[in-house]
């Protein structure tokens, strides 16, 4: 089968490598639809942790059933899925607590290589995180589950979202729009920052309340005593919670900046390994604010990011900039690397 293997960052190369198959509890899956993702990109950029190279890449997809392994229930040959590329362990000490994102195997038995014709889905994600198309979505938008569990999990996990807030999101790659568009379904009253006018331009359109780029003053352009909008968000005292969807140490840091007192700031964007941030601590202290790191989607984050799509709850069209055929892949990242469209698709 052909693959797309990233070499070394700034360089993609298809090849041909054997095509697995499908042992006890496995599935193969033909790739109907992969999406770029800013890990890929981060790996395309500068290298990532997570992602060895060369090797295969590419963990957002969708696709057809092609091979079943024995044992695998609930899926046959020619059947259309949508799935993700990771499952928790369920025994490790963070399994048992429930803390299935944190599973202590999650990020070792992951699978990468959806830019590739086909992909080996091992057992352990087929009974946990496997689901099948339906119809009324296209296999795009189904690729989408991925990035929208991760997404779940953010916004799920303040559990206190309601009609009304204010919720600010920083950043309006595809990750920050993801959160527009699941913050709005929930009611929530919605502010966007991007310096990029695109990217702005689509937040709009997806019914963002407001949107602006940052200025050099961005810590007084909104400040949590400053109402933000005349008239239409009167009782505006600061966001209830922000999303910094960046991953710039120095934007994890002016996030706080935003909140009202109590407010949360959820840190969704991964930073370069062994960068730190510093913070006021009277503002922490006094204000109440909490800081809250989230990581990955646990399955049931999975289910409802399902839910969301199947029942068409949110619309990810509008987050597909185009697509290119597998040997054009190289062509979508270097778009990106230049700032250009949110998610591109890969179809083999
Ligand atoms: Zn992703
Ligand atoms: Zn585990």
Redesign the pocket.
């Known amino acids: 089968m052909l693959a797309t293997i990233i070499i070394k960052p700034g360089r993609v190369e298809l090849r041909e490598i054997k095509t697995p198959g499908p042992s006890r509890g496995e599935i193969l899956v033909k790739i109907k639809a992969a999406l770029t993702?800013?890990?890929d990109l981060k790996a395309f950029k500068r290298g990532h942790p997570m992602i060895p190279m060369p090797g295969v890449f590419g963990?957002?997809f969708s696709g057809i059933v092609a091979g079943v392994g024995k044992g695998v229930k609930g899926f046959k040959e020619g059947e259309e899925i949508m799935a993700v590329h990771s499952a928790p362990c369920l025994e490790c000490r963070y399994c048992k607590k429930r803390l299935y994102n944190l599973c202590e195997r999650i990020m070792d038995t992951k699978v990468l290589g959806a830019f590739a014709e086909y992909i080996l889905l091992p057992p352990h994600i087929v009974r946990q995180n496997v689901f099948h198309k339906p119809k009324n979505l296209t296999f795009e938008e189904a690729a989408f589950l991925?990035?929208l569990s991760?997404v779940v999990h953010s916004i799920e996990s303040l559990n206190y979202i309601k009609k009304g807030g204010y919720a600010f999101v920083i950043g309006a790659g595809p990750i920050g729009l993801l959160h527009l568009l699941l913050l709005k379904e929930k009611g929530a009253e919605v502010a966007v920052t991007d310096i990029h006018n695109e990217k702005l331009k689509i937040a709009r359109e997806l019914d963002a309340d407001f949107v602006f780029k940052p200025e050099k003053t961005e810590e007084k352009l909104i400040h949590p005593r400053t109402p933000l909008v005349k008239g239409g968000w009167g009782d505006f005292i600061g966001f209830d919670y922000i999303f910094e969807c960046t991953g710039r140490p120095e934007v994890w840091e002016s996030s706080v900046n935003y909140a009202r007192r109590g407010g949360t700031v959820v840190l969704f964007g991964g930073c370069k390994s062994g960068t730190t941030v510093t913070y006021d601590t009277g503002k922490l202290h006094y204000d109440e604010i909490t800081l809250k790191g989230v990581f990955h989607f646990t399955p049931s984050d999975v289910k409802k990011a399902y839910n969301l799509l199947r029942e068409g709850k949110i619309n990810v069209s509008r987050l597909i900039s185009g697509s290119y055929p597998l040997r054009r892949a190289q062509k979508a990242f270097d778009k990106l690397s230049k700032g250009m469209g949110i998610k591109y698709a890969i179809i083999p």
Request: aromatic content about 0%; overall charge negative.
């Open positions: 993702c800013g890990t963990h957002e991925e990035p991760c």
